[in-house]
């Protein structure tokens, strides 16, 4: 048999980073659910803001990964970074004139397009 011991220790080096990565992401709903409601949306408005997030992440699954497919994954990766800073300017300057619940949606849209191209 091959190295037996070394393709262990990529294996669970995989497992722990991989578990890492998923812990993050699935902290960030409660958090953000949190700040929301601290924001001063009522619980509706927090479940419609994560509705639009997942939302918007599933519609740009397919459109994203024929871009990483066709172009590049660093191209996609950089498209992402782009989306956000512009979600949250987006976001800066609604508040500043609105307040945070009129901009959420655009700023929560943005966001899902930019987490399926990372």
């Known amino acids: 048999m091959a190295n ?7 294996i ?6 991989a578990g890492l990565y998923t812990l993050s992401a699935s902290l960030i ?3 953000n659910t949190l700040f929301l409601l601290e924001a001063g949306l009522d619980i509706f408005s927090v479940f419609l803001v994560n509705s639009i ?6 519609v740009f699954e397919i459109p994203t990964g024929v871009l990483a497919d066709t172009r590049g994954r660093r191209a996609s990766f950089l498209l992402s970074v ?10 800066q300057g609604a508040c500043a004139a609105h307040g945070i619940p009129k901009v959420s ?6 966001q899902g397009l930019a987490a399926t191209e990372t």
């Open 82 to 91: 782009a989306i956000v800073l512009i979600g949250a300017a987006a976001k």
């Open 12 to 17: 669970r080096s995989y497992l722990v980073i």
């Open 4 to 10: 037996r011991g070394g393709s262990t220790k990529v």
């Open 105 to 110: 949606a655009v700023d929560t849209a943005s």
């Open 53 to 58: 997030l997942t939302g918007s992440m599933a």
């Open 29 to 31: 709903w409660g958090i």
